[in-house]
């Protein structure tokens, strides 16, 4: 199990920029062997994927809705995983979470997680 923090989140105009960071601990096992995710959830809302990246950084696979808007990286060194969001739009607006497995990042995005963390609000005005 992997614990995580996210942060970063905040208000912006659309059009705007934010970069979300998620600082992760996995007990016992090493980071790098986790592959990571991004998702979100707004009001009323299921969750959803937003953006995966394998154990090193050499694979991403994102939504079609953030596709050449939103990069998904991450540090090893720092055990963090960043999401960095450019031309925001107002249906952008949720809660983002960050998850991780250690489990093909292609899979990411249907995998079954149980808990989360707190998650960080973005909200992008008109």
């Known amino acids: 199990q992997v614990q995580l923090v996210e942060s970063g989140g905040g208000l912006v105009q659309a059009g705007g920029s934010l970069r979300l960071s998620c600082a992760a601990s996995?007990?016992?096992?090493?980071?790098?062997?986790?592959?990571m995710g991004w998702f979100r959830q707004a009001p009323g809302k299921e969750r959803e994927f937003v953006a995966a990246?394998?154990?090193?950084?050499?694979?991403?696979y994102y939504a079609d809705s953030v596709k050449g808007r939103f990069t998904i990286s991450r540090d090893n060194v720092k055990n963090t995983v960043y999401l960095q969001m450019n031309s925001l739009k107002p249906e952008d607006t949720a809660v983002y979470y960050c998850?991780?497995?250690?489990?093909?990042?292609?899979?990411?995005?249907?995998?079954?997680?149980?808990?989360w963390g707190q998650g960080t609000q973005v909200t992008v005005s008109s």
């Open positions: 998850n991780g497995k250690q489990v093909p990042a292609s899979t990411i995005a249907t995998m079954d997680f149980g808990s």
């Open positions: 996995a007990r016992g096992r090493t980071f790098s062997s986790y592959a």
């Open positions: 990246i394998n154990w090193n950084g050499s694979s991403t």
